[in-house]
């Protein structure tokens, strides 16, 4: 998939990332707070049917070094913290990664 149609897709989804460094490919970044907000409502069944929003999500977690810390929030009609602020480290990486893989677009829409 071409870089560009994956950005647009992200910016689709609402998926935001707010931290403080910029991210290359294949950059590690250090030391940062991140905050992951993902669109899990009815509506994004059609918008990204492959859900590629996980493997985004996944492919810039990885590229996170332990001391950085990562929050994921879900949306639909309501917010929910799918992860709260969490130290990335070997330990807690794959439960992180597991809870993007739990999260669905069986919520509610948008208005």
């Known amino acids: 998939m071409p870089r560009n149609h994956l950005v647009n897709i992200l910016v689709c989804l609402g998926l935001l990332v707010i931290s ?29 049917p492959q859900f590629l929003a996980s493997k985004a999500v996944h492919e810039f977690l ?31 990486r794959p439960d992180i990664l597991k809870s993007i893989e739990k999260i669905d677009y069986k919520g509610l829409y948008t208005d």
Do not use: H
């Not at 590690?28 to 918008?47: A, F, Q």
């Not at 990885?62 to 330990?91: C, G, K, W």
């Open 62 to 92: 990885s590229s996170l070094d332990d001391s950085s810390r990562v929050a994921v929030i879900i949306f639909d009609q309501s917010v929910r913290v799918a992860v709260p602020l969490t130290q990335m480290s070997d330990e807690t």
């Open 20 to 48: 403080g460094a910029s991210l290359a490919a294949a950059e590690v970044v250090e030391g940062v707070d991140t905050r992951i907000l993902i669109d899990i409502s009815g509506s994004m069944k059609k918008n990204d």
